[in-house]
């Protein structure tokens, strides 16, 4: 199905990006879009949070904003599927074009703003995925973020906590897109625990018996200084888990000019390294304490395999998808099961962590 993708490329990307994935998001609701058997193997399932993940993979947010195709990603082999960002108010974000690729270095750039269809219609889409007799297995997480006109952000936060935390595996507060202005200013100690401690009351009274653990992603841009601070912070809070990381604002030099002066996030194939500098550090920072998720520029199994021996206990992807095709996950499982083995490890949750010294 890998060279079935391989001819569709080209075609594919003679389309505008944001058209090749409308076109994808409908294939995928028509039900045109191929599933996959995906790798079931016990050496790959874990249990954090009280919940089962099939296997460490996930779908990163933005791919689903509006929480429309979870069942079908599901059929794509991902273990997890993260939907959103949702905003409360539906919004239209910024104006097109607003997503660019380089398909030389597996990279994109997008300057999205979170359009958004709002909570009421997210949530609406969601009731119809809960709704059917026959769950996929996997674990369904939803990224909850502010609306651009929104001044006071735990606001929004906590509305949107209220109507979808009940119906979450687990819930990630966004607070690291960089197109939405103001909204990484919230990577700060102090507005952090403060928010924490608001949104965690918020969970209590609306969630029920079951609250959805609460993650927070972050942005690769942080210095040591900011990383050190918000990985005390997020102990002292009582984060459940990290999401790292989001796109990028920096430009590695070997971009080719057009691309790099593109405004927006970058993902893919240059972020790989410094999203896994940053899990490494978080880890190192938090002795291993808060399970993370780590995400930017994984594209193959060895790329997973680094980001898990940094500390992350699941990856994440989403720029790989629209280099290697909707496989992409099956294929990561299949190396990491190899890599598994290569290493003597009979269980993915003996990796997780293994490039810090333990002594
Ligand atoms: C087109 C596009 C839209 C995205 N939208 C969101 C979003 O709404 N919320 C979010 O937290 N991250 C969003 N991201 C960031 C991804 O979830 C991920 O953190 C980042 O792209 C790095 O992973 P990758 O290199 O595998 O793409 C978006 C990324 C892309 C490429």
């Given at each position: ?74 059929k794509?082999g ?50 119809a995925?809960l ?39 687990y ?8 197109n ?11 507005v ?13 009274k ?39 990381t ?24 240059p ?41 992350a206990?699941l ?12 496989f992409?996950a099956?294929?990561i ?27």
């Open positions: 199905m890998l060279d079935l993708y391989a001819l569709a490329r080209p075609l594919l990307f003679q389309l505008a990006p944001e058209t090749a994935h409308g076109l994808s998001i409908l294939a995928m609701k028509t039900g045109l879009m191929p599933g996959c058997k995906g790798v079931q193997n016990a050496a790959l399932e874990q249990t954090l949070w009280g919940l089962k993940f099939p296997n460490p993979v996930g779908l990163a947010a933005g791919f689903d904003k509006n929480a429309e195709v979870i069942g079908p990603c599901f794509l991902f273990g997890f599927v993260e939907a959103g960002t949702v905003t409360p108010k539906a919004q239209g974000g910024n104006p097109r074009p607003r997503i660019f690729r380089c398909p030389e270095r597996e990279a994109v750039i997008n300057r999205m703003g979170f359009p958004n269809q709002g909570m009421q219609a997210f949530k609406a889409n969601l009731e995925f709704g059917r007799k026959h769950r996929p297995a996997g674990v369904l997480g939803i990224n909850i973020g502010m609306n651009k006109t929104q001044s006071e952000p735990v606001k929004d936060y906590a509305a949107l906590i209220q109507m979808l935390g009940p119906m979450a595996d819930l990630t507060i966004n607070i690291s897109s960089p939405t202005p103001g909204l990484r200013d919230l990577q700060k100690r102090g952090l625990l403060e928010m924490l401690g608001e949104l965690k009351e918020v969970r209590r609306s969630c029920g018996e079951h609250p959805p653990p609460l993650l927070v992603k972050f942005a690769p841009d942080l210095d040591e200084a900011q990383q050190e601070e918000l990985a005390s912070a997020a102990l002292e809070g009582g984060v459940d888990g990290l999401i790292l989001n796109t990028t604002l920096a430009r590695p030099d070997d971009l080719p000019g057009a691309f790099a002066a593109e405004k927006g996030g970058l993902s893919g194939q972020l790989t390294d410094k999203s896994t500098q940053v899990i490494h550090n978080f880890y190192a920072l938090t002795k291993g304490q808060i399970p993370i998720i780590g995400v930017g520029g994984v594209s193959s199994g060895a790329q997973a395999y680094e980001k898990i021996k940094a500390g206990s990856v994440q992807l989403y720029s790989s998808l629209v280099y290697q095709g909707p992409v099956q294929s499982n299949s190396e990491l099961l190899s890599l598994l083995q290569q290493d003597g490890l009979r269980h993915i949750g003996e990796a997780v962590g293994m490039a810090h010294d333990k002594g």
